[in-house]
């Protein structure tokens, strides 16, 4: 395959940046991580913007994304994926 895979399809989750902003500072009060903090996440997401979510448009152009609105519970989320992966196989 001289280096490159063959994309069947791309799971997005998506979700507002408040929201990943929210989980990651709560996750931060457990993980110990000290650059969870609400500066560092925004330009994290910067970056995102930046750097991957242009690799996602493209994909979404060629109808390979997949998207799961991940700002719903986890047992919603899970369901979601899981629906994504039986059907895509």
């Not at 930046?50 to 991940?70: E, F, H, M, N, W």
């Amino acid at each position: 395959m001289d280096g490159k895979a063959d994309v069947k399809f791309v799971l997005f989750f998506d979700c507002s940046n408040e929201v990943c902003i929210d989980r990651c500072l709560e996750r931060g009060k457990s993980s110990g991580r000290t650059d969870d903090n609400r500066e560092s996440l925004q330009k994290r997401i910067q970056t995102y913007l930046q750097s991957t979510r242009p690799i996602i448009d493209l994909y979404q152009t060629q109808g390979k994304v997949r998207t799961v609105d991940a700002s719903r519970s986890v047992e919603e989320v899970f369901a979601d994926v899981k629906a994504v992966l039986d059907k895509e196989g």
